[in-house]
């Protein structure tokens, strides 16, 4: 069984930085892609960025472009996210995910529980 659990999320005053982690068990993060979503409130889900399985490539939404970078540890089995220059509009409940497949843009399969991060204007 897979299992993700998040941790790092929390306060942050715009244009600050917070990194996020995601530890898996019963998965290993080197075979398959990994990454976050988001949800702010009274959105649905969107994605935000995934770091394929060799750790290579990432792929990032372009509204985090240039701001966030997703890393990964396999020795940890954990997927990181570092957000910098937080805005306001980054408010929301970010979710660590993963899938079956080796594809990029396969849809999620695991989800972990969700850290809020609220950025203060």
């Known amino acids: 069984q897979v299992q993700l659990v998040e941790s790092g999320g929390g306060l942050v005053q715009a244009g600050g930085s917070l990194r996020l982690s995601c530890a898996a068990s019963g998965r290993t993060f080197s075979r398959f892609p990994a990454g976050w979503f988001r949800q702010a409130p009274g959105k649905e889900r969107e994605f935000v960025g995934r770091i394929m399985w060799s750790g290579s490539c990432t792929y990032y939404a372009d509204s985090v472009k240039g701001r966030f970078t997703i890393s990964r540890d396999t020795a940890k089995n954990t997927v990181y996210k570092q957000m910098n220059s937080l805005k306001p509009e980054g408010t929301a409940v970010y979710y660590c995910?993963?899938?079956?497949?080796?594809?990029?843009?396969?849809?999620?399969?695991?989800w972990g529980q969700g850290n809020p991060v609220t950025v203060s204007s």
């Open positions: 995910e993963t899938t079956s497949s080796t594809t990029w843009y396969s849809p999620p399969d695991y």
